[in-house]
């Protein structure tokens, strides 16, 4: 059980599992409001990784990227961070995004897949500020935008009392 800020009560459960075939490994988190309020809930899934693995070859693609492939020093300076919606090409309702090949582990990549019936958009960050060299991957259940913002188009559904809702998230090393 978590209290929540607005003061209700929701429940979060977590199930892990691995494919000992693919070693895929699965996410996923149900959440359930447990509270006497509706809640608007809000995911997002942090993946971060070393920049240091990272070398001239690595990018980003994706199915939301068409046949686009990004380099991962995207963004000017020491930073960078974008957020785009995962849907375009996602297959059965699920988007795949690929960092890779890193250099530093023999030229493996990052494969995500995420359910994009709850997590409609893909965000990628990265930073080399300082001591920080790090690249980070997050399907989001909503754009980046503040709460009022979203609230105002109408895009922070309600979780009602007793109503659940499930997030799905999947990774492995190829």
């Given amino acids: 059980e978590v209290s929540l800020a607005n ?12 494919d000992t075939e693919t070693a895929e490994v699965t996410l996923r988190d149900r959440v359930t409001n447990i509270g006497e309020r509706p809640f608007a809930p809000m995911l997002m899934y942090h993946m971060n990784i070393g920049g240091w693995l990272a ?6 693609h994706g199915t939301m990227f068409a ?23 996602a297959e059965d309702g699920w988007a795949r995004v690929v960092l890779g090949p890193f250099e530093a582990l023999a030229g493996r990549s990052l494969a995500v ?9 893909l965000q990628v960050w990265r930073c080399e500020a300082g001591a920080a060299n ?11 935008a503040k709460r009022t913002e979203l609230a105002d188009a109408g895009e922070m559904p309600m979780l009602e009392p007793g109503e659940t809702v499930e997030y799905a998230l999947a990774f492995h090393v190829r």
């Avoid at 070398?55 to 980003?60: D, F, L, P, S, V």
């Avoid at 963004?75 to 957020?83: A, V």
């Avoid at 897949?113 to 958009?121: H, M």
């Fill in 7 to 18: 003061g209700g009560t929701a429940s979060v459960s977590r199930r892990w599992a691995v």
């Fill in 55 to 60: 070398g001239a070859q690595t990018q980003i």
């Fill in 67 to 89: 046949d686009e492939k990004r380099h991962w020093r995207f963004g000017e300076g020491e930073r960078g961070l974008f957020c785009i919606p995962a849907t375009p090409g």
């Fill in 134 to 144: 790090v690249i980070g991957i997050e399907p989001v259940s909503h754009r980046l």
């Fill in 113 to 121: 897949r995420f359910f994009t019936g709850t997590l409609p958009f």
